[in-house]
């Protein structure tokens, strides 16, 4: 029965780093892929964390791979940061139609991404899509965030909450494996 619930455990564990990176928990907490280096060797460990950052009228979600392909995400992407909105392409496929009408969760996660920049998504979209090379200058300009993101900011709005509805949840998320 341990060697089963050992077997259990790692599939649980690895599913969820695989799956780690824009997904939010039960709790409605974002989740983090984070990485610690193991002691006396030199490979690095991959662990799913719950995260501080709220998000508003979403949890137990784990991100479509449809969305994650049309924003140009990556599932493997460690922390949270703003720094690929300065990428003209991930600029260009964020803003897309078929990320920004579609995937809810991305979208508001770096809406407040960019908000903590000081920078309206919205605005940069249009300004991505007449001039890329002014949008990143535009985000360049824009200083930096006095503090860290929330996303009590900006929650969904009645539309993203009702599309995210339409995805459908997971069952129940951790962000952590529980103990077994």
Known sequence: MAKLAMIVFFVFSVLLNGMCSFSVSSAGKRCLLETSAVMNDETVKFECKSSEVVVENLANWIESDECVSSCGVDRRSVGISSDSLMEPRFTAKLCSSACSQNCANIVDLYNNLALAEGVVLADLCKV??????????????????????????????????????????????ACAPADI
């Open 128 to 173: 991505q899509q007449s001039m890329p090379r002014r949008a990143m200058s535009q985000l360049l300009s824009s200083g930096s965030a006095a503090g860290p993101i929330s996303a009590a900011q900006a929650p969904l709005s009645a539309a993203q909450a009702s599309l995210s509805a339409a995805q459908g949840p997971s069952a129940s998320v």
